[in-house]
């Protein structure tokens, strides 16, 4: 039997009231029946997706009730439709998007982690503080940051020497260079034991310097 309260609500699609009709063929006196979802998609020509949407909304409107069937061993079998024939909802339209029912639990839970995932996404974007761009030149060009030349002592040139093996009397490298500031050309000195090994490997060679300096083999103390 079809009741007129379902058939003429107007929150219901023509869609939910055609699948409501049909499953009232079904039933006798219980308002129960339970045509499988192969047979009501393909007698009443309509896709899956929309045949769950449909049964979902009558549900929701609480026109259908629905239960799922176990056998002895738990396992799923049919699903029973029970039809109160009554519309138990406000006059607000019902989504006919959303999908709850157990088929569709997979459908579900898609998208719930979508929702979830969005929100996890839009909590993330509060705390992000964006930086503005700034143009770094390549690394390559980048100056190289050098340290601070820092006049060794006369024991450190000493110790240098000795460690080496060179002959080179540090007092008097320390003052030669002090007097000219530390200054090699016209270019302020980065390593003084470069200097040391230029000086040594000069008086090996026998090269005269500019200045007067010693040349021969020199004292270490």
């Not at 705390?127 to 340290?147: F, L, M, R, W």
């Not at 200054?183 to 500019?210: H, L, S």
Request: hydrophobic share 30%; charged share 25%.
């Amino acid at each position: 039997m079809v009741y007129q309260e379902v058939t003429r609500n107007k929150t219901l699609s023509p869609a939910a009231k055609g699948l409501y009709a049909y499953l009232s063929s079904f039933c006798g006196t219980s308002d129960e029946c339970y045509p499988s979802v192969a047979t009501i998609i393909a007698e009443m020509g309509m896709g899956k997706d929309t045949f769950y949407r449909q049964i979902n909304a009558l549900v929701a409107a609480g026109v259908v009730e629905k239960r799922q069937t176990k056998d002895n061993k738990g396992k799923f079998q049919k699903v029973v439709y029970k039809l109160t024939h009554e519309v138990g909802i406000s006059e607000k339209p019902i989504p006919q998007n959303e999908y709850t029912g157990k088929r569709y639990t997979a459908h579900r839970a898609t998208n719930n982690n979508n929702i979830n995932s969005n929100n996890i996404n839009n909590n993330n974007n509060k705390d992000i503080c964006v930086q503005p761009e700034v143009d770094t030149p390549p690394k390559a060009i980048q100056k190289k940051k050098t340290s601070r030349f820092v006049p060794p002592t006369v024991e450190e040139v000493r110790q240098y020497c000795l460690e080496n093996s060179y002959t080179l009397d540090a007092q008097r490298f320390v003052d030669f260079y002090e007097c000219k500031g530390w200054m090699v050309g016209k270019n302020k000195m980065k390593n003084w034991k470069a200097a040391v090994r230029t000086w040594v490997g000069k008086d090996q060679k026998g090269v005269a310097r500019d200045e007067a300096e010693p040349t021969n083999s020199v004292r270490l103390w």
